[in-house]
């Protein structure tokens, strides 16, 4: 099943570093990374700062890969990873994100 896993960093250096290492591990097939305004609650206080989200093409069969990889190579402390499934996707697509993320 075609899957988007999705975090942000605290750096663009971080966020590209940790999407070359999912990349050549074959566990995604293409990520997309922007610079986004966060705001979020984290141990009782709010914060606002700029963050750089990474979007993973992958498979959900790497899920436990892409976060082990992702947890690994983080420097947050508890990193905020979640998934998205997608439901439609053209063959051409499909057929390209299987074969990048084959094991």
Do not use: G
């Given at each position: 099943m075609p899957t988007l896993i999705h975090t942000g960093c605290d750096s663009e250096k971080e966020a590209r570093?940790?999407?070359r290492a999912?990349?050549?591990?074959r566990l995604?097939?293409?990520?997309?990374?922007?610079?986004?305004?966060?705001?979020y609650r984290w141990e009782g206080e709010i914060h606002d700062h700029l963050e750089w989200r990474l979007d993973i093409k992958t498979v959900e069969a790497r899920w436990n890969e892409v976060v082990a990889a992702i947890t690994?190579?983080?420097?947050?402390?508890?990193p905020a990873i979640f998934s998205t499934r997608?439901?439609?996707i053209t063959t051409g697509a499909l057929d390209?994100?299987?074969e990048n993320c084959a094991e």
């Open positions: 570093k940790i999407a999912l990349l050549e591990r995604a097939a293409a990520v997309h990374i922007r610079k986004i305004d966060t705001l690994e190579l983080h420097s947050y402390e508890e997608i439901h439609r390209w994100l299987e």
